[in-house]
C-alpha cells in the first residue's frame, strides 16, 4: 500500500474534493438522495426478466462514444442488513444493452420491439459475494463495489438507453430489494419486467424505475481475453451520500483467474491507440509516471481503494490495465482506459 500511495502522491498531493468517477447515476438526483421505492427482480431467486430504458435527459454526463463496461445499484432504503448472507449465483445471468427504439411511453409490452441494435454484454454464471449490497445510516445506501461488469462493451450511441436483463434464478433461498424511483412523475423512463428466463413479453409493463449507475470508460482496447473483455471500472461515492475527500475505487474485473498485471498512469490520452502485439491498443500516451502491480483474485477481480488529502487546483491523470492471459497469442490482455480528475 505504501508503493501505491507513493505512486500516487506524484501525481495528487494534498488533493481535496472528489474524483471525476467515470460513471453517471440515473435518476441524477439520486447521487446523493434516495427513492423510497424498491425492485428485486435483478437478485431473485426465481427466474426473471426485466427491461428498463433510461431517457437521454439522465445521460447527458455519458460521452457518446463511452464504452460502458458495467452497471451498479443499491439496497433500497428500507433494508437493514446487507445482503446476500452467503454468495448468491446464478447458472445464467444475460444482460443486453441497446438503443432505444421507441419513446419509452410508446413502448410495447413485446421487449425485442423497444430494442433498436441490442448487443448482448454479458451471459452465463454470475456470483454476487457475500455483503455485497450493504447499508448506510443515513440513506442513501451505498453503491458498494460489486459491478455487474461485462463481457464485452458497450458503445454508447447517444439518445435514450435500454438494458435488459434475464436471469434463471439464483441458489438462495432470499433476494434483495434495489432502490427505486416508484413515483410515475419522477421517473426518467420506463421499467418492465416478466416471471420467466429468456421471457419475450413483460407481464408487467410499468414497475419501479431503478435507480442506476452506468460505468463507462474509452476506446477501443481491441482484444479479448478468456472471459472476453478486461475492464477497469473506476468510481467513488461508495458510502453515500458524502465519500471521504478524493475517495476512488479501482476495480479491475472479468479477468483470467490469479492473472497478473498492471495499472498503468499518464498525464495524457494518447492522441490515438497504438497498436500493440495481438490486436490490443495501448489507449494513453506511453510517458507513464506510475504503475500499480496486481494480481487478480479467484474471481478474476482486484479492487484498490484510495483516499487523498488536498491540493489546490485541478489535476488529472489517465488509467489502462492490462493482466497475463493464457488464451491470447500475446499472452495478455488490456482494458479500457478512465480519466481520473480531482481538485478544490
Excluded at 94 to 99: C, N, S, V, Y
Excluded at 120 to 139: C, D, E, H, S
Aim: hydrophobic share 40%.
Amino acid at each position: 500500500m505504501k508503493q501505491v500511495l507513493a505512486i500516487f502522491c506524484a501525481f495528487a498531493v494534498l488533493m481535496v474534493g472528489l474524483a471525476d468517477a467515470q460513471s453517471v447515476v440515473a435518476p441524477n438526483a439520486n447521487w446523493t438522495t434516495s427513492s423510497s421505492g424498491g425492485l428485486n427482480s435483478l437478485t431473485r431467486q426465481f427466474t426473471r426478466t426485466l427491461q428498463q430504458g433510461i431517457h437521454a435527459t439522465e445521460l447527458t454526463q455519458l460521452p457518446v462514444g463511452a464504452e460502458i463496461v458495467g452497471l451498479s445499484f443499491r439496497q433500497y432504503t428500507g433494508a437493514s442488513s446487507a445482503w446476500p448472507a452467503a454468495n448468491a449465483t446464478w447458472k445464467n445471468y444475460e444482460i443486453t444493452l441497446a438503443e432505444n427504439a421507441l419513446p419509452t411511453a410508446s413502448w410495447t409490452s413485446t421487449f425485442a420491439t423497444n430494442m433498436k441494435n441490442p448487443v448482448l454484454v454479458r451471459k452465463g454464471p454470475m456470483t454476487i459475494p457475500m455483503g455485497a449490497f450493504g447499508v448506510n445510516t443515513p440513506n442513501p445506501n451505498p453503491f458498494d463495489t460489486f459491478y455487474f461488469d461485462f463481457q464485452k462493451s458497450y458503445v454508447y450511441k447517444g439518445g435514450d438507453l435500454v438494458f435488459f436483463i434475464t436471469h434463471d434464478g439464483n441458489d438462495q433461498s432470499s433476494a434483495c430489494y434495489l432502490e427505486g424511483e416508484a413515483t410515475t412523475a419522477l421517473k426518467p423512463g420506463r421499467t418492465m419486467y416478466a416471471s420467466t428466463y429468456q421471457a419475450t413479453t413483460a407481464t408487467t409493463t410499468n414497475t419501479t424505475f431503478m435507480v442506476t449507475r452506468i460505468h463507462y470508460g474509452y476506446g477501443p482496447a481491441g482484444c479479448m481475453g478468456k472471459n472476453g473483455s478486461l475492464n477497469l471500472i473506476l468510481s467513488n461515492s461508495l458510502v453515500a451520500p458524502t465519500p471521504a475527500p478524493g475517495s476512488i475505487n479501482l476495480a479491475v474485473t472479468n479477468g483470467e483467474a490469479s492473472a497478473v498485471g498492471m495499472i498503468l498512469v499518464s498525464p495524457v490520452k494518447g492522441a490515438a491507440p497504438i497498436p500493440l502485439p495481438g490486436g490490443c491498443n495501448l489507449l494513453i500516451f506511453p510517458s507513464f509516471i506510475g504503475f500499480i502491480p496486481f494480481t487478480l483474485n479467484a474471481n478474476g477481480r482486484y479492487d484498490l481503494n484510495l483516499t487523498f488529502p488536498a491540493i489546490p487546483a485541478l489535476v488529472g491523470v489517465e488509467l489502462q490495465a492490462y493482466a497475463s492471459d493464457s488464451s491470447t497469442t500475446a499472452g495478455y490482455v488490456v482494458t479500457n482506459g478512465v480519466s481520473f480528475q480531482a481538485g478544490p
